[in-house]
């Protein structure tokens, strides 16, 4: 239901030299799935989400929502369009002296609703279905990180949108939060059927929640698979970073010791920079979606 077609993006750098951030991306996300886009820094992935929703306007390509083909539409359509498209952010971008009441209601103002009462009632639900109706007259600095993403996915929400874009929503919050925001995201997908993409350089968080995974390097899409694959002993990555998440993580060498011969070898594989900004895969408790994620940590989350 998402269709990218040869999108490709461009900027020009200090020098006036151009960068092709997203370069002949061909991409197709089916509805009601959970799209997991991962790659080095640098790699495109932000851009790429951002095309999905002309946040950042492709600089050729089409991008289709369903039957509609959102780089063709006038100012007047895309503003309704992008009402479809719910987004939230690594920084989750609230509005610091609005209230989360305030926060939620401020996308269905945008998106047009007049009636205040209709207003306070979708925040209402919005803040009911991430459970955090007890902060309503909080504003952002008086919540936790964890907080603060499920006030962003409740204003996303709101206006009930088809797809939720999620550039890194879980790279600010420690292992428990995220496991948390996660099952937000797993619980909103499969009970309201909206499609998820999610960016992110997190393994586990992949390895958690996505259906389908695009691995991105230099602005292109190099390698997809199912999170399905995953499991099977055959698959076979040709990326290092798909051969990581077949691993049980990172092994590493030590002088004078013999290495193991499994997992992911950071030496072998010329990947120092990009690793540090990864974590080991310390949770091999991940349930396929729909089971509780991470069920050790569960309990004490919501
Ligand atoms: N507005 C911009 N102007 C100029 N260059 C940009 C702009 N946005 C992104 N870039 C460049 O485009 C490339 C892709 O950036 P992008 O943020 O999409 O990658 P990413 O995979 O999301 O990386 P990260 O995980 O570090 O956020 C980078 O070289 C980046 O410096």
New binding site residues.
């Given amino acids: 239901m998402i269709s990218l077609r040869h999108v490709s993006?461009t900027?020009?750098?200090r020098n006036k030299k151009p960068?092709a951030?997203?370069d002949d991306v061909s991409l197709e996300i089916a509805a009601g799935s959970i799209q997991g886009i991962i790659?080095?820094?640098?790699?495109?992935?932000?851009?790429?989400?951002?095309n999905i929703n002309l946040l950042?306007r492709p600089t050729s390509g089409q991008v289709w929502i369903g039957n509609t083909e959102i780089t063709e539409l006038n100012a007047e359509d895309l503003r309704q369009a992008r009402h479809q498209i719910g987004m939230i952010f690594q920084g989750f971008n609230l509005v610091n002296n609005l209230t989360v009441l305030q926060n939620v209601e401020l996308s269905l103002k945008f998106a047009g609703v007049k009636d205040r009462q209709d207003r306070r009632r979708r925040v209402a639900e919005a803040l009911e279905i991430v459970d955090i109706t007890d902060k309503t007259q909080n504003y952002p600095a008086q919540l936790s990180g964890g907080q603060k993403q499920r006030v962003a996915i409740a204003r996303a929400l709101a206006t009930k949108p088809q797809v939720l874009l999620c550039?890194?929503p879980t790279s600010a919050l420690d292992p428990f939060t995220t496991a948390s925001v996660l099952q937000y995201l797993a619980d909103i997908n499969t009970e309201f059927g909206i499609t998820v993409v999610v960016?992110t350089?997190e393994m586990e968080v992949i390895k958690a929640l996505a259906d389908n995974i695009a691995v991105?390097e230099a602005?292109s899409v190099v390698e997809q698979f199912q999170a399905s694959d995953l499991r099977r002993a055959a698959f076979s990555p040709r990326t290092s970073i798909g051969r990581y998440l077949v691993s049980d993580g990172i092994s590493v060498r030590r002088a004078g010791q013999p290495g193991t011969g499994e997992g992911f070898d950071p030496a072998a594989e010329s990947f120092h920079d990009y690793d540090q900004?990864f974590e080991p895969a310390r949770h091999d408790t991940a349930e396929p979606r729909g089971h509780k994620i991470f069920a050790a940590v569960e309990g004490g989350l919501r």
């Fill in positions: 993006t900027f020009a750098d960068i951030a997203v790659g080095f820094s640098g790699a495109g992935k932000s851009t790429l989400l951002r950042e550039d890194e960016v350089h991105m602005g900004k």
